[in-house]
Nanobody, 121 residues
Framework: QVQLVESGGGLVQAGGSLRLSCAASGSIFSIYAMGWYRQAPGKQRESVAVITSGGSTTYADSVKGRFTISRDNAKNTVYLQMNSLKPEDTAVYYC???????????????WGQGTQVTVSS
């Protein structure tokens, strides 16, 4: 059983900052990538930022220069530092991990329950 537990969401004024954390626990053999997706009301879930086990990062164009993703491999934890927040960043943010629970087989995707981020104007 694998669990992804997020923390750090909340309400912040435009221009403010928040830091999200997500810890993966359970029967994990190896993690290939971790990241964050978000879903705003009435919109599809979109990728925000992803980081591989080797440290390569990918960001959505809308957050480049404002958000920073980082990872602590020893703790199986990923962070998202969000600065200069805008009202359009308001969404439920979901933690994501692509991992294997055993040596054999293909990696699978796991999701957290989501944490609400609300940015007021």
């Amino acid at each position: 059983q694998v669990q992804l537990v997020e923390s750090g969401g909340g309400l912040v004024q435009a221009g403010g900052s928040l830091r999200l954390s997500c810890a993966a626990s359970g029967s994990i053999f190896s993690i290939y990538a971790m990241g964050w997706y978000r879903q705003a009301p009435g919109k599809q879930r979109e990728s925000v930022a992803v980081i591989t086990s080797g440290g390569s990062t990918t960001y959505a164009d809308s957050v480049k220069g404002r958000f920073t993703i980082s990872r602590d491999n020893a703790k199986n934890t990923v962070y998202l530092q969000m600065n200069s927040l805008k009202p359009e960043d308001t969404a439920v943010y979901y933690c994501y991990a692509r991992l294997k629970i055993k040596y054999f087989g293909d990696p699978q995707d796991y999701w957290g329950q989501g944490t609400q981020v609300t940015v007021s104007s």
